[in-house]
């Protein structure tokens, strides 16, 4: 009987594993709201970002408010490698990153160990 539930377990365990790894998992996107001839979207970092996608128009000048609500260490700076953004965000403070909008794509953004990911797509 206990191997059977420790089979039962185990199966359980790893069907988890390949749900969480290889699922398809909703995400939260937003359009940046223009205004005044800029445009400008927040994103809470709380546990991850939200929301993880950002969708901003081309050539229209850009700002990324992050709103850090989570003490982790991890979650302290937010990177954009092809952008070369690497930015200290402090805790229950708003700050904000002016973004080059002039190129078109999809940019990644995460955390400073890479471990929470974030997408800004220009079009």
């Not at 359009?31 to 969708?55: D, F, H, I, L, R």
Request: aromatic share 10%.
């Amino acid at each position: 009987m206990t191997q059977i539930m420790v089979l039962i377990g185990a199966v359980g365990l790893i069907g988890f594993i390949v749900w969480w790894f290889f699922g398809k998992h909703t995400t939260a996107t937003t359009t940046a709201k223009v205004q005044n001839a800029t445009q400008a979207a927040e994103v809470v970092v709380s546990g991850g970002y939200s929301p993880e996608t950002v969708v901003l128009k081309q050539g229209v000048p850009a700002e990324l408010t992050f709103l850090r609500k989570d003490p982790s260490t991890c979650l302290d700076h937010v990177v954009f490698p092809d952008m070369g953004i690497n930015d200290f965000l402090p805790q229950d403070q708003a700050h904000t990153i002016a973004i080059d909008t002039t190129k078109p794509g999809n940019y990644e953004f995460a955390c400073g160990m890479n471990m929470f990911h974030g997408q800004l797509i220009i079009k």
